[in-house]
């Protein structure tokens, strides 16, 4: 007879609501996760998803074949650097995000790691929701025949998601809107 499992706590309290992190600002709540795929050849790659939860920008996805904690780094610092470190990064338990290096460098730039339960998707909800929609709207209706074409068509989707597609959660309105200056309201170059 198998041992008998510890009870475990609650995520939820008593009305229902969850016990997590919530974004409350535009750089508070940042999230992360991989997603795999396989050009048409059959070789794998993988994307690494990095979303503001607040906004619901997709900030960047990084595309490669392997990527690996020592990956994580490099789009995080470009970030960091156009729009100051987040207050939080969140993420699953998954090798490439509790490396040692990974911690230590996020630390040293003033952010705190915000990891999920093991086993619990349902808590990166942002995350998670974008990736079934990348995959969905993307990923499984698109022929991907070489890497560096899957960066572009990516990069490209990535653009559209930000700049054009409605999102329900934020009143039907994409997450970072293209600008249109006039060219009467234009600075003028001397």
């Not at 510890?6 to 991989?34: Q, T």
């Not at 409605?166 to 039907?172: E, Q, T, W």
Request: with cysteine; net charge positive.
């Amino acid at each position: 007879m198998p041992a008998k499992q510890p009870k475990k706590g609650r995520l939820w309290l008593n009305d229902g609501s969850c016990i997590r992190l919530r974004p409350e600002y535009r750089n508070h709540v940042w999230s992360y996760d991989f997603v795999h795929c396989r050009t048409d050849d059959g070789k794998a790659f993988r994307t690494l998803n990095i979303l503001d939860e607040f906004s619901r920008e997709c900030l960047a996805i990084k595309v490669n074949r392997r990527l690996n904690s020592g990956n994580v780094n490099g789009p995080l610092t470009d970030l960091f650097i156009l729009r100051g470190p987040p207050a939080f990064i969140r993420s699953d338990n998954g090798p490439e995000f509790v490396a040692q290096a990974v911690r230590d460098w996020i630390k040293a730039v003033g952010a705190k790691t915000a990891y999920i339960a093991p086993g619990s998707p349902w808590e990166n909800g942002y995350c998670e929701s974008f990736n079934a929609r990348m995959r969905d709207a993307l990923l499984n209706g698109e022929v991907l025949y070489t890497l560096k074409e899957a960066k572009i068509i990516i990069e490209n989707w990535r653009q559209h998601y930000n700049t054009k597609r409605p999102h329900s959660a934020i009143g039907y309105k994409p997450p970072a809107p293209e600008a249109i200056v006039p060219l009467d309201q234009r600075p003028t170059m001397h």
